[in-house]
Nanobody
Framework: QVHLVESGGGLVQAGGSLRLSCAASARVVGHYSMGWYRQAPGKERDMVARITSEGSTAYADSVKGRFTISRDNAKNTLNLQMNNLKPEDTAVYYC?????WGKGTLVTVSS
């Protein structure tokens, strides 16, 4: 069983930045592929960014150049730096590894 806890969400104006973190209860960071997903109201949950155990990254086209996924193996945390935020980035952001999901953190971007 792996527990994932996201933090760092909040309300920000368009053009602003936020940094999300995901703390894992087990030693998974750096050992397995992990990712950030988001779900906006009335929409499906979509991949935002993923990082493999080897460190390769992938991003949704809508966030390329603005978001950066990273990890801190020592702290067992997964991070998502979000810059130049847009209103369409408003969603609940979830951390994922295997079949485990956190409860999410809400990001609201005002125009």
């Amino acid at each position: 069983q792996v527990h994932l806890v996201e933090s760092g969400g909040g309300l920000v104006q368009a053009g602003g930045s936020l940094r999300l973190s995901c703390a894992a209860s087990a030693r998974v960071v750096g050992h397995y592929s992990m990712g950030w997903y988001r779900q906006a109201p009335g929409k499906e949950r979509d991949m935002v960014a993923r990082i493999t155990s080897e460190g390769s990254t992938a991003y949704a086209d809508s966030v390329k150049g603005r978001f950066t996924i990273s990890r801190d193996n020592a702290k067992n945390t997964l991070n998502l730096q979000m810059n130049n935020l847009k209103p369409e980035d408003t969603a609940v952001y979830y951390c994922n590894v295997h079949t485990y999901w956190g409860k999410g953190t809400l990001v609201t971007v005002s125009s």
